[in-house]
Structure formats: structure tokens, C-alpha cells
């Protein structure tokens, strides 16, 4: 959905690198039965994978009621630096 860059922090913390991550703004993935998706990131997926597990189980409603749509969820990835944040929700064919 969206990327924050914190290049305040970037700056003063983080050792130069030529590259960060593939993950654009835009992008969609598809996980079926709860499996990570071809082409996303690994440390993306590991940040969102046991909310993705649960919705293709049929649980949501995470945190009391956190979202409006209770089968979905904003996850950010790891990366202190420059986080995307995912909206994760359920597909009904």
C-alpha cells in the first residue's frame, strides 16, 4: 500500500547499500492456503504470515476489532528504515 523512508535514521544508523528491497508500491500477491507467494519478500512475508495463516482459516477480527473489516489487516514489514506497510484481506472467489 504505502512506503515510509527514514532518511534521518538511514543517515546516522544504517551502512550504505546498493539495494534494499524489490517491493513497489502497487504490487499484489496472492497466498494460497495461507503459503507465502511467489516473489515476495521473505522478511515481508515473515512479518505477516500468521495474519495471513489465520484469515485463510477463517479467523480475523485481530486485536478486539482493530480494523473495519474484520477479515483483513495493515501489516508493516521489518525494516526500521524504510517499512511498506500491506493491507492483507480476504478474497471470496
Request: charged share 20%; hydrophobic share 35%; net charge negative.
Amino acid at each position: 500500500m504505502r512506503q515510509t523512508v527514514y532518511s534521518d535514521l538511514m543517515a546516522r544508523y544504517e551502512n550504505p547499500i546498493e539495494h534494499a528491497c524489490d517491493v513497489r508500491v502497487g504490487q499484489h500477491w496472492v497466498s494460497v492456503d495461507g503459503k507465502c507467494p511467489e516473489g515476495m519478500c521473505v522478511s515481508a512475508w515473515h512479518s505477516m504470515q500468521e495474519y495471513v495463516e489465520s484469515l485463510a482459516n477463517g479467523k480475523g477480527n485481530f486485536h478486539d476489532g482493530w480494523m473495519k473489516n474484520p477479515m483483513s489487516a495493515i501489516i508493516s514489514c521489518n525494516d526500521g528504515f524504510r517499512p511498506f506497510s500491506f493491507l492483507i484481506e480476504v478474497i471470496n472467489d
